[in-house]
Every structure is written in structure tokens, then in C-alpha cells.
């Protein structure tokens, strides 16, 4: 394992090119309405990625193992699917009560932050309503735990506090990861743990935190695409990131824009 910790003038840049990153995806949210394709949605991220002048990470990325080059900008990942689903090959056309997550890896001046949201396309029922809210109190649980002289499975064990009382359960074996010279860095950060294990958290790390939350089992597949994951139970998923630097007081989140 390498942990290639960043430089303070490098996570400026990160917490530019994630400004940038939180203004696309919220843009990319409020189109979120039935009707509208999932290929809009890549089209639009191309051009505001575009328009800043950077570049999306996801887009022409072959992963460890993959057969072929991920074809899209954006992730576009709807209901049971829970991420990398491909919004260009077989665009989906959003229906009222859709699960909606978009994902976004960017690269800004060289460095990547990765960040992702789960839109309700209308007004959602109650399941899915309480399942973005647990995802979403998971990850903020989750950078909470995220502090210096802390461990890598504090960030598990916070996240994990979250979910398990909701009844719900976390996508099993998906973790989020170190970034920001590229997509995907050592170490892993797991959305399960036990507090005061793995790595430690020094200042100058920076790690994508993402909790996958399903309403059903934790099962999984992949699809024949090849990329899309979904669930085995056919149960939905949610799905918030944050890129996050840990520093000497705490921490900062990058893809943020509060
Ligand atoms: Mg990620």
C-alpha cells in the first residue's frame, strides 16, 4: 500500500476543482424532474466540465480488471442500481418516485475530487425518503469520525452506527478510497469497521468517503454492461460522497460548497 499524501498548495487546488465539482452537481439536481433522460444529464455535465475548462475522470477510465473504458462523464445510477450505471448506452427516461444517483469524478488543474448526490425525481415514498436521509446521516456520521490521529476504521464504525439501527444495509465489499493524484488511491476506506484499526489519519490525506446504502440485502451484481452494479434483491440504493482532507485541526470537505 502507498498513501501519497498531498501538499497543502494541492488540496487548495483540490478545494477549487470541488467547488467546481458541488456547482455541477447541484446543477445537475435541480434538472432532476420526470421526463427528463439520463442522457441529458451527461450531456449537461460535459458542458458545465467543459465551460470551466476541466476535465471529467470517469470518462474513458479503465478500471482494474475492466473489459473497456467506462463511456461516460457523469455515473447515472437509478433505483436498484447502485452505482456506475452508464447514462449515454441505454439513456433512461426518469419517472415520478425514481431514486436518482450521480456520481462525478473531477479533474481540475490535474487533481481529482469525487463526489456524488441521491435526487428524488418528485415527491418520494416514505422508504425511499428515509433511506436518503439515513445515507446521508451516514456520510456526515462518517466524516465526523474522519480527524486526525484517528484510524481508518473509525470512519467504518461511524458510518456503519448509522445504517444498522435504520434496517437497512450497506452495499456489501463497496468502500470508498484515497484520491486526488487519480480516481482511486490506497488506502480503503470501508463503510464498516472497528474504531482504532486500519490506517492512520494524518494530515495531508485525502479519501473519498462514501456510504452505499440498500433498502433490502446487501447483495449485489453486475450487469452485463459491465459497469452498472445493482442490487441482487432488486431493493433500491442510495448513495452520497465526499471527497474529504484530513488536516491538522481536522478536516476539510472538498466537494462542498458551504
Ligand atoms: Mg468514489
Given at each position: 500500500?502507498?498513501?501519497?499524501?498531498?501538499?497543502?498548495?494541492?488540496?487548495?487546488?483540490?478545494?477549487?476543482?470541488?467547488?467546481?465539482?458541488?456547482?455541477?452537481?447541484?446543477?445537475?439536481?435541480?434538472?432532476?424532474?420526470?421526463?427528463?433522460?439520463?442522457l441529458t444529464l451527461e450531456e449537461e455535465a460535459r458542458r458545465l466540465i467543459r465551460e470551466e475548462g476541466d476535465k471529467p475522470a470517469h470518462l474513458g477510465y479503465t478500471p482494474y480488471g475492466a473489459?473497456?473504458?467506462?463511456?461516460?462523464?457523469?455515473?447515472?445510477?437509478?433505483?436498484?442500481?447502485?452505482?456506475?450505471?452508464?447514462?449515454?448506452?441505454?439513456?433512461?427516461?426518469?419517472?415520478?418516485?425514481?431514486?436518482?444517483?450521480?456520481?462525478?469524478?473531477?479533474?481540475?488543474?490535474?487533481?481529482?475530487?469525487?463526489?456524488?448526490?441521491?435526487?428524488?425525481?418528485?415527491?418520494?415514498?416514505?422508504?425511499?425518503?428515509?433511506?436518503?436521509?439515513?445515507?446521508?446521516?451516514?456520510?456526515?456520521?462518517?466524516?465526523?469520525?474522519?480527524?486526525?490521529?484517528?484510524?481508518?476504521?473509525?470512519?467504518?464504525?461511524?458510518?456503519?452506527?448509522?445504517?444498522?439501527?435504520?434496517?437497512?444495509?450497506?452495499?456489501?465489499?463497496?468502500?470508498?478510497?484515497?484520491?486526488?493524484?487519480k480516481i482511486h488511491e490506497d488506502p480503503y476506506v470501508p463503510n464498516v469497521g472497528k474504531k482504532g484499526t486500519g490506517e492512520e489519519l494524518v494530515p495531508g490525506l485525502v479519501i473519498a468517503i462514501?456510504?452505499?446504502?440498500?433498502?433490502?440485502?446487501?447483495?449485489?451484481?453486475?450487469?452485463?454492461?459491465?459497469?452498472?452494479?445493482?442490487?441482487?434483491?432488486?431493493?433500491?440504493?442510495?448513495?452520497?460522497?465526499?471527497?474529504?482532507?484530513?488536516?491538522?485541526?481536522?478536516?476539510?470537505?472538498?466537494?462542498?460548497?458551504?
Amino acid at each position: 500500500m502507498t498513501i501519497a499524501l498531498k501538499s497543502d498548495k494541492e488540496i487548495e487546488i483540490l478545494r477549487e476543482g470541488g467547488r467546481r465539482h458541488a456547482a455541477i452537481l447541484k446543477a445537475l439536481a435541480d434538472m432532476v424532474e420526470p421526463g427528463l433522460s439520463t442522457l441529458t444529464l451527461e450531456e449537461e455535465a460535459r458542458r458545465l466540465i467543459r465551460e470551466e475548462g476541466d476535465k471529467p475522470a470517469h470518462l474513458g477510465y479503465t478500471p482494474y480488471g475492466a473489459s473497456r473504458p467506462f463511456p461516460a462523464a457523469l455515473c447515472v445510477s437509478v433505483n436498484d442500481e447502485i452505482v456506475h450505471g452508464i447514462p449515454n448506452e441505454v439513456p433512461k427516461v426518469l419517472k415520478q418516485g425514481d431514486v436518482v444517483k450521480i456520481d462525478l469524478s473531477l479533474i481540475h488543474k490535474g487533481m481529482f475530487t469525487d463526489s456524488a448526490i441521491t435526487v428524488g425525481v418528485g415527491a418520494l415514498d416514505d422508504e425511499a425518503q428515509q433511506l436518503l436521509e439515513v445515507t446521508k446521516a451516514a456520510l456526515v456520521a462518517g466524516i465526523a469520525a474522519a480527524l486526525p490521529g484517528g484510524k481508518i476504521g473509525d470512519i467504518g464504525a461511524a458510518i456503519s452506527a448509522v445504517v444498522e439501527p435504520s434496517g437497512f444495509s450497506l452495499a456489501k465489499d463497496l468502500v470508498g478510497h484515497g484520491v486526488g493524484y487519480k480516481i482511486h488511491e490506497d488506502p480503503y476506506v470501508p463503510n464498516v469497521g472497528k474504531k482504532g484499526t486500519g490506517e492512520e489519519l494524518v494530515p495531508g490525506l485525502v479519501i473519498a468517503i462514501e456510504p452505499m446504502v440498500n433498502t433490502g440485502k446487501p447483495g449485489w451484481k453486475t450487469l452485463p454492461d459491465g459497469y452498472t452494479i445493482s442490487t441482487k434483491d432488486g431493493s433500491r440504493s442510495a448513495h452520497f460522497e465526499h471527497t474529504v482532507a484530513i488536516t491538522e485541526k481536522g478536516n476539510i470537505i472538498l466537494t462542498s460548497n458551504d
